[in-house]
């Protein structure tokens, strides 16, 4: 039985569904054994499947693709579509972007952060104006985002779903979704944005390990879905502080399981475009177009 050994950050929601790969047994039934092997940062996860320290990491398919566009032999197999929004306070006046105009914007993963685009061109398109010259924006790691907003010294936050998730939980409202603002865009909201990446070369080794590690992956996703007992030994490791934290992260991570199959590449295709033309080589390097073969088969 082959080994997949998996990169992935300590406190990273990804855990949650290896986790429960291995409690279940999902990983044996589907003919591997998963090895979780934990590390400070995402950077350092990447460091190790470069390296050849493990067969898995975790990233988004725009990482990817830069990467494959470099001459690495990574390819994506579908995890999740969960995406972030934006929220403000509850008494907040704010009904549309367009009330954000003036204001002070928490932002967590940088200025080329995906929902930050995503929202950016919905407020050009349906409002006719660019938030980024419009608000003055506060990038931050998600835990300083998180602090700062409930503490209201932003007016609103664009953040990582499963903290938006503790922050809706606190009481502040989401004034809009990345997947409502995606719909209104032409995009395909339901396109899994994170998932698991590996080399090439390890799959020519080990054929059958894309399709088993997806299987596996969508036998903890249906069990999570399904059964709210399959949380209870997630719930340490969730790091939630009370009831509300503990329901809102099990919904929004429901909402955020894709439907099963392949990734839809004429979908991807228009949604990569946009992320060119708003995002640059700061984001994509040089890959301008969504390179062949990033999407493993995994049906």
Not at 17 to 35: C, M
Request: glycine share 8%; net charge negative; no cysteine.
């Amino acid at each position: 039985m082959p080994t997949l050994r998996a990169a992935v950050l300590k406190i990273g929601t990804v855990n949650w569904e290896l986790d429960t790969i291995t409690r279940n047994g999902f990983d044996k039934a589907n003919g591997f054994e998963l090895q979780v092997q934990p590390y400070a940062d995402n950077g350092a996860t990447r460091v190790a499947l470069e390296g050849g320290e493990v067969d898995m990491a975790v990233a988004d398919w725009i990482w990817v693709a830069r990467q494959r566009a470099a001459g690495k032999d990574y390819v994506f197999i579908p995890y999740s579509k969960a995406v972030g929004g934006v929220v403000v306070p509850k008494d907040s006046p704010a009904q549309t972007l367009q009330d954000l105009k003036g204001k002070k914007i928490g932002i967590a993963g940088g200025p080329v952060d995906k929902s930050w685009l995503i929202l950016r061109a919905y407020g050009e398109k349906e409002y006719g104006f660019d938030l980024a010259d419009e608000t003055e924006q506060v990038f931050g790691a998600p835990p300083l985002v998180f602090k700062t907003a409930l503490n209201g010294e932003t007016d609103a936050a664009i953040n990582f779903w499963h903290f938006l998730a503790k922050m809706k939980a606190a009481g502040m409202r989401e004034l809009i979704s990345v997947s409502t603002a995606s719909t209104a865009l032409g995009l395909n909201p339901d396109i899994p944005l994170l998932g698991y990446v590996l080399k090439e070369s390890y799959l020519a080794e080990n054929p059958q390990m894309a399709h088993a590690l997806y299987q596996a992956s969508r036998n903890a996703k249906e069990l999570l879905a399904e059964d709210d007992s399959a949380w209870e030994p997630l719930r340490d490791q969730m790091n939630v502080k009370s009831e509300a934290q503990f329901e809102t992260l099990r919904q929004d991570f429901r909402a955020g399981i894709p439907a099963p199959g392949n990734v839809a590449v004429d979908d991807a295709a228009t949604f990569y475009s946009l992320m060119v033309r708003l995002g640059g080589s700061k984001l994509v390097g040089e890959a301008t177009e969504l390179p062949t073969g990033l999407f493993a088969n995994v049906e």
